[in-house]
């Protein structure tokens, strides 16, 4: 009766189901066989192709000539780092993604709960390997990235049952880094859709902590990011 009520009277029932779904999906793919895991990324790597080809200048223009439904993959040109700097705003799929607005809005660290333009969740690389790389992530994609945090992190047994379990016990996720900021480890957590926050106990840590294990053994996260 617990699990009805917080479905139907708190949830709204179509994208809790959307989110269960989404969960088994992402589960189920990780003990398919090697070929049909390969036709499924196939099959999402060209929906993301066609959607870039429709809505990205840039790689309308990189891509003429080819049919993203059936072009061999090797004749997709690499985009380097500096590629990628330098033709953000054509890259971008949404036209009020601007690189001036996001790195103005990330500046301000008082952004770090706060979405850009009210919708995508921003992050930086730390630009180790290179300049740093802006990610902008909507909320399909955030949505996508809860559902494999919690795939990966199962705990045995039925799937469904244990989502339904996580409604009145929630999913406990450490993430371990070094400070609050526009870094990925932090950036979607930051975001979490107010009615899945109830599936969620998500909890920081520093790395330097002395006592970062003990602290860990006393939260049991089913997972670590």
Same mark, same amino acid.
Request: overall charge positive; aromatic content about 8%.
């Given at each position: 009766?617990?699990?009805?009520?917080?479905? #139907?009277? *708190?949830?709204?029932?179509?994208?809790?189901?959307?989110?269960?779904?989404?969960?088994?999906?992402?589960?189920?793919?990780?003990?398919?066989?090697?070929?049909?895991?390969?036709?499924?990324?196939?099959?999402?790597?060209?929906?993301?192709?066609?959607?870039?080809?429709?809505?990205?200048?840039?790689?309308?223009?990189?891509?003429?000539?080819?049919? =993203?439904?059936?072009?061999?993959?090797?004749?997709? =040109?690499?985009?380097?780092?500096?590629?990628?700097?330098?033709?953000?705003?054509?890259?971008?799929? *949404?036209?009020?993604?601007?690189? /001036? *607005?996001?790195?103005?809005?990330?500046?301000?660290?008082?952004?770090?709960?706060?979405?850009?333009?009210?919708?995508?969740?921003?992050?930086?690389? %730390?630009?180790?390997?290179?300049?740093?790389?802006?990610? #902008?992530?909507?909320?399909?994609?955030?949505?996508?990235?809860?559902?494999?945090?919690?795939?990966?992190?199962?705990? /045995?047994?039925?799937?469904?049952?244990?989502?339904?379990?996580?409604?009145?016990?929630?999913?406990?996720?450490?993430?371990?880094?070094?400070?609050?900021?526009?870094? =990925? %480890?932090?950036?979607?957590?930051?975001?979490?859709?107010?009615?899945?926050?109830?599936?969620?106990?998500?909890?920081?840590?520093? =790395?330097?902590?002395?006592?970062?294990?003990?602290?860990?053994?006393?939260?049991?996260?089913?997972?670590?990011?």
């Amino acid at each position: 009766l617990r699990v009805q009520e917080i479905l #139907v009277d *708190d949830l709204d029932l179509a994208d809790s189901l959307a989110r269960v779904a989404r969960t088994l999906r992402n589960a189920r793919a990780r003990t398919l066989p090697a070929s049909e895991l390969a036709r499924m990324q196939d099959a999402r790597l060209r929906t993301m192709l066609d959607h870039a080809v429709r809505h990205s200048p840039f790689y309308r223009d990189r891509l003429a000539g080819l049919d =993203p439904r059936t072009c061999a993959l090797d004749s997709i =040109p690499i985009l380097t780092r500096q590629e990628f700097g330098a033709e953000f705003d054509r890259i971008a799929t *949404d036209p009020e993604v601007r690189s /001036g *607005d996001v790195r103005a809005f990330m500046s301000d660290l008082g952004n770090t709960t706060r979405l850009y333009r009210g919708k995508y969740a921003v992050c930086h690389t %730390s630009g180790s390997q290179g300049s740093p790389v802006t990610i #902008v992530t909507d909320l399909h994609g955030r949505q996508v990235f809860y559902s494999l945090q919690v795939a990966r992190g199962r705990r /045995g047994g039925n799937l469904l049952a244990e989502i339904l379990r996580s409604v009145t016990t929630p999913f406990r996720l450490a993430v371990i880094g070094m400070a609050r900021g526009f870094f =990925p %480890s932090n950036a979607v957590w930051q975001h979490i859709p107010e009615n899945a926050q109830r599936f969620f106990d998500v909890r920081r840590f520093s =790395p330097t902590a002395p006592d970062l294990v003990a602290q860990l053994n006393a939260f049991r996260p089913h997972a670590l990011t």
